[in-house]
């Protein structure tokens, strides 16, 4: 019995070599599986007292079989396995290594990989140079930076957590899911040695403990597996072994299954900044801005290769960069939100939390205070991260636009109409230097600073020269670097601003004092009565908040893209009734009102503009070239209805004139009957064939649209543009009310044409579809 334990060891350790040569081979032998608890099992069957010869026995009877049919190989061993096998333990290849990293995704860290650029430019780095310390490399299109020395990845344009960066070659599959997790670069490297040493020697069955004690076996170049670690030990106080369900390691990124991204192009024709609405999630999965414009972005890069592909062959253009803003969180760590919890009642917690934290945004902005905060941070993100941008790519010659979800887009748009361009900024100075008081020169300025008591402050105007006409442009903070304190200069401007002085200034002065107050339409009717031209119906002010001062703009937009935007509903509530056609954004050029037809936020904004026309929204083309099937399918439906009723009615109709028609000689018949024909011709045409004449061919539609005239505000272009809703969306439109409010970021037509009127404007057109 004790002479057979070390042939026993030896037969064990003969064994466990088979599996290299035998592994992949067609014939009947002991597979993974088999090898993976033989081993155990053989242990535990010596140590309970069981007979070893029975163990070799078996053991000696596999040996035999696997030696006879190594004496009597197949017809087509030639082209087995085993002589793949054989060539590939004399030869080893160093693992090609790849960057991933990682970030936290519903609560789990899931390891993503760069783009092939991206993690060639990593590796080249880490290549370069002994020390990393201090190395950055900028990925995802210049959004990203990697810090090597720290392998750490850091967001450039906004704040967001660091995330982990690992040069990975070595992979187990996960527990709960079949995504591979890479090992750590330490005991990736001790894996690497110990495969390069198996294949070089061509001793395999070797083992591995990693740091958190866990068991890696590679049983050939094909087999590698990976066992969790045992609870507790045994009796003997044994150390791990391999239990449990093993999983599947593999080596080298190629051998995974796992999509890597392709590279953006370097080369940035346009920006574009994306602002959002209310709350801090962006759609229906609570995801960020950030999360969100990364899909915009994603599918313009798809679309660009799908829909501009001439342009991108003769390498005319490059891509589109969407960085998002974000004004949500900085509002709410004013300490807001500690006050509205004091408040808040303890009932339905989690609505209540809602209400707080999105809902109540609305109501922030049309506060005075919060709205002064959220102006300021937009307006001074969105010049941060220009400047930025510009830092970080000196050659870029493109435009700037900007877009705008929901309130976002109100946002923008009040900012928008209170911008100053620096070149009508000379016009307005010889406007408000032709301002004529009635009362002519006795009513001074010192004298309105006797009614307010504040005659010491009469020198101080005098010193700054400033005038009743000047003080009336001067704001809070103009004063303030004055030296005036903080209760004087409130009563001076609303003195000055808010009614009680203006009288006697004519109304283009009145125009300049109404920028920052909402103006109603009587006031508005009142203003204009005064003024001598009889020709003009709107006067030109802003219509922004009221005790607002609005940041600049460091550049001029191209062109401003609203997506299920407020707009019209919140001029309207403001008072506004309509919009002068001759009215332009002082900055920006071009202005899209996108929305989904189902969309409960959006407003249209072309009937303020022609209030006396009724006509439809701008169809936007699905981004496949044509309607979508069940509209072309409901709007045949309608033209067949509408024709068979109106044939039905004209038969009716002249069944009934044939039945009630008097007996006259037989020439006054003809003469009647002629008649009463061409009389029907007119009838059945009333006002509704005009709503099937607007669908009949886009040809059509093309010319009436071109015809409408809605003013300067796009440039002389259609305003509203609506998109086409999906078959399933046409179903139960309440259904699909809030979705269709959040479907923006990764629709296709809405991505398809912002695109479209960016490149436009560089000269660059769309593919053709064939026909």
């Given at each position: 019995?004790?002479?057979?334990?070390?042939?026993?060891?030896?037969?064990?350790?003969?064994?466990?070599?088979?599996?290299?040569?035998?592994?992949?081979?067609?014939?009947?032998?002991?597979?993974?599986?088999?090898?993976?608890?033989?081993?155990?099992?053989?242990?535990?069957?010596?140590?309970?007292?069981?007979?070893?010869?029975?163990?070799?026995?078996?053991?000696?009877?596999?040996?035999?079989?696997?030696?006879?049919?190594?004496?009597?190989?197949?017809?087509?061993?030639?082209?087995?396995?085993?002589?793949?096998?054989?060539?590939?333990?004399?030869?080893?290849?160093?693992?090609?290594?790849?960057?991933?990293?990682?970030?936290?995704?519903?609560?789990?860290?899931?390891?993503?990989?760069?783009?092939?650029?991206?993690?060639?430019?990593?590796?080249?780095?880490?290549?370069?140079?002994?020390?990393?310390?201090?190395?950055?490399?900028?990925?995802?299109?210049?959004?990203?930076?990697?810090?090597?020395?720290?392998?750490?990845?850091?967001?450039?344009?906004?704040?967001?957590?660091?995330?982990?960066?690992?040069?990975?070659?070595?992979?187990?599959?996960?527990?709960?899911?079949?995504?591979?997790?890479?090992?750590?670069?330490?005991?990736?490297?001790?894996?690497?040695?110990?495969?390069?040493?198996?294949?070089?020697?061509?001793?395999?069955?070797?083992?591995?403990?990693?740091?958190?004690?866990?068991?890696?076996?590679?049983?050939?170049?094909?087999?590698?597996?990976?066992?969790?670690?045992?609870?507790?030990?045994?009796?003997?106080?044994?150390?791990?072994?391999?239990?449990?369900?093993?999983?599947?390691?593999?080596?080298?990124?190629?051998?995974?299954?796992?999509?890597?991204?392709?590279?953006?192009?370097?080369?940035?024709?346009?920006?574009?900044?994306?602002?959002?609405?209310?709350?801090?999630?962006?759609?229906?999965?609570?995801?960020?801005?950030?999360?969100?414009?990364?899909?915009?972005?994603?599918?313009?890069?798809?679309?660009?290769?799908?829909?501009?592909?001439?342009?991108?062959?003769?390498?005319?253009?490059?891509?589109?960069?969407?960085?998002?803003?974000?004004?949500?969180?900085?509002?709410?760590?004013?300490?807001?939100?500690?006050?509205?919890?004091?408040?808040?009642?303890?009932?339905?917690?989690?609505?209540?939390?809602?209400?707080?934290?999105?809902?109540?945004?609305?109501?922030?902005?049309?506060?005075?205070?919060?709205?002064?905060?959220?102006?300021?941070?937009?307006?001074?993100?969105?010049?941060?991260?220009?400047?930025?941008?510009?830092?970080?790519?000196?050659?870029?010659?493109?435009?700037?636009?900007?877009?705008?979800?929901?309130?976002?887009?109100?946002?923008?748009?009040?900012?928008?109409?209170?911008?100053?361009?620096?070149?009508?900024?000379?016009?307005?100075?010889?406007?408000?230097?032709?301002?004529?008081?009635?009362?002519?020169?006795?009513?001074?300025?010192?004298?309105?600073?006797?009614?307010?008591?504040?005659?010491?402050?009469?020198?101080?105007?005098?010193?700054?020269?400033?005038?009743?006409?000047?003080?009336?442009?001067?704001?809070?903070?103009?004063?303030?670097?004055?030296?005036?304190?903080?209760?004087?200069?409130?009563?001076?401007?609303?003195?000055?601003?808010?009614?009680?002085?203006?009288?006697?200034?004519?109304?283009?002065?009145?125009?300049?004092?109404?920028?920052?107050?909402?103006?109603?339409?009587?006031?508005?009717?009142?203003?204009?009565?005064?003024?001598?031209?009889?020709?003009?119906?709107?006067?030109?002010?802003?219509?922004?908040?009221?005790?607002?001062?609005?940041?600049?703009?460091?550049?001029?937009?191209?062109?401003?893209?609203?997506?299920?935007?407020?707009?019209?509903?919140?001029?309207?509530?403001?008072?506004?009734?309509?919009?002068?056609?001759?009215?332009?954004?002082?900055?920006?050029?071009?202005?899209?009102?996108?929305?989904?037809?189902?969309?409960?936020?959006?407003?249209?904004?072309?009937?303020?503009?022609?209030?006396?026309?009724?006509?439809?929204?701008?169809?936007?083309?699905?981004?496949k070239g044509r309607k979508r099937m069940h509209l072309e399918l409901r709007e045949g439906l309608t033209r067949m209805?509408?024709d068979l009723k109106n044939n039905v009615l004209s038969s009716l109709r002249m069944a009934w004139k044939s039945f009630?028609?008097?007996?006259?000689?037989?020439?006054?018949?003809?003469?009647?009957?002629?008649?009463?024909?061409?009389?029907?011709?007119?009838?059945?045409?009333?006002?509704?064939?005009?709503?099937?004449?607007?669908?009949?061919?886009?040809?059509?539609?093309?010319?009436?649209?071109?015809?409408?005239?809605?003013?300067?505000?796009?440039?002389?272009?259609?305003?509203?543009?609506?998109?086409?809703?999906?078959?399933?969306?046409?179903?139960?439109?309440?259904?699909?009310?809030?979705?269709?409010?959040?479907?923006?970021?990764?629709?296709?037509?809405?991505?398809?044409?912002?695109?479209?009127?960016?490149?436009?404007?560089?000269?660059?057109?769309?593919?053709?579809?064939?026909?």
């Amino acid at each position: 019995m004790n002479n057979s334990s070390p042939d026993l060891f030896s037969s064990k350790v003969q064994y466990s070599a088979q599996p290299q040569m035998y592994g992949n081979s067609a014939r009947r032998i002991p597979n993974s599986q088999d090898l993976a608890y033989k081993m155990p099992d053989d242990h535990s069957s010596s140590d309970e007292g069981q007979p070893p010869e029975n163990t070799m026995s078996a053991e000696g009877r596999q040996q035999e079989q696997l030696s006879q049919s190594d004496l009597s190989p197949s017809s087509n061993s030639s082209s087995s396995f085993e002589i793949i096998d054989m060539d590939a333990a004399s030869l080893y290849e160093p693992v090609s290594p790849h960057w991933f990293y990682c970030k936290i995704i519903d609560s789990k860290e899931t390891w993503i990989p760069f783009n092939a650029e991206d993690s060639h430019r990593l590796e080249e780095a880490y290549g370069s140079e002994k020390d990393c310390n201090g190395k950055v490399v900028p990925t995802d299109g210049g959004r990203y930076d990697v810090h090597l020395g720290e392998r750490m990845r850091y967001a450039v344009y906004w704040d967001e957590i660091a995330s982990e960066v690992r040069r990975c070659t070595w992979f187990y599959k996960g527990d709960k899911d079949n995504k591979y997790v890479p090992y750590s670069e330490s005991f990736s490297q001790q894996l690497e040695e110990t495969y390069m040493l198996a294949v070089t020697l061509d001793e395999w069955k070797k083992k591995l403990e990693s740091p958190n004690r866990e068991i890696i076996i590679l049983h050939n170049p094909k087999l590698m597996v990976h066992y969790h670690p045992v609870a507790g030990s045994d009796e003997w106080g044994s150390v791990p072994t391999e239990q449990g369900r093993p999983r599947t390691v593999k080596r080298g990124v190629e051998n995974i299954s796992v999509d890597i991204p392709c590279g953006e192009p370097l080369k940035i024709d346009h920006l574009v900044f994306v602002v959002h609405g209310i709350g801090p999630a962006c759609d229906l999965r609570f995801r960020s801005i950030v999360q969100c414009v990364n899909d915009f972005r994603g599918v313009s890069l798809n679309l660009l290769q799908t829909h501009f592909k001439k342009a991108q062959e003769q390498q005319q253009i490059g891509r589109v960069e969407f960085l998002p803003v974000n004004w949500h969180s900085p509002l709410h760590s004013t300490g807001v939100d500690v006050d509205l919890r004091r408040i808040t009642l303890p009932s339905i917690n989690r609505l209540r939390h809602f209400t707080n934290d999105t809902i109540l945004d609305v109501f922030f902005y049309n506060s005075p205070t919060y709205c002064q905060t959220i102006l300021d941070t937009v307006a001074s993100e969105m010049n941060r991260i220009y400047k930025l941008f510009l830092q970080r790519n000196p050659n870029f010659k493109g435009g700037v636009s900007i877009a705008g979800h929901s309130l976002g887009s109100l946002i923008l748009f009040d900012l928008l109409t209170n911008q100053k361009d620096p070149l009508e900024n000379n016009d307005s100075e010889k406007i408000t230097s032709r301002v004529v008081l009635d009362q002519g020169d006795t009513l001074d300025l010192e004298e309105d600073l006797k009614k307010l008591q504040l005659s010491e402050f009469s020198n101080l105007f005098k010193k700054e020269k400033i005038d009743k006409a000047a003080l009336a442009l001067c704001t809070d903070r103009d004063l303030q670097e004055m030296g005036i304190p903080l209760g004087p200069r409130k009563k001076i401007l609303n003195y000055f601003k808010n009614g009680e002085n203006t009288e006697g200034i004519k109304p283009n002065q009145q125009s300049a004092l109404g920028r920052n107050l909402p103006v109603s339409s009587e006031k508005i009717k009142d203003c204009t009565s005064t003024d001598g031209a009889g020709n003009d119906e709107y006067l030109d002010i802003s219509i922004g908040q009221a005790s607002v001062k609005y940041p600049r703009l460091i550049y001029k937009p191209d062109i401003f893209f609203a997506f299920g935007s407020p707009i019209g509903m919140f001029l309207t509530v403001r008072g506004l009734k309509r919009i002068d056609p001759n009215y332009k954004l002082p900055t920006c050029k071009g202005f899209f009102n996108i929305y989904h037809p189902f969309d409960p936020v959006a407003y249209r904004i072309e009937p303020m503009v022609v209030p006396d026309v009724e006509f439809e929204p701008m169809l936007i083309p699905h981004h496949k070239g044509r309607k979508r099937m069940h509209l072309e399918l409901r709007e045949g439906l309608t033209r067949m209805s509408m024709d068979l009723k109106n044939n039905v009615l004209s038969s009716l109709r002249m069944a009934w004139k044939s039945f009630t028609r008097a007996p006259y000689p037989a020439l006054q018949a003809t003469e009647t009957a002629a008649a009463e024909e061409a009389e029907p011709e007119p009838e059945p045409v009333p006002e509704k064939p005009s709503d099937v004449q607007a669908g009949d061919s886009p040809v059509a539609d093309k010319e009436e649209a071109a015809s409408i005239n809605v003013g300067m505000l796009n440039g002389g272009q259609r305003i509203d543009y609506v998109l086409q809703e999906k078959p399933i969306e046409s179903f139960n439109e309440y259904l699909f009310a809030l979705q269709s409010h959040l479907c923006y970021w990764e629709s296709e037509d809405t991505v398809l044409l912002v695109l479209k009127e960016i490149y436009q404007t560089q000269g660059i057109f769309m593919d053709q579809p064939a026909q």
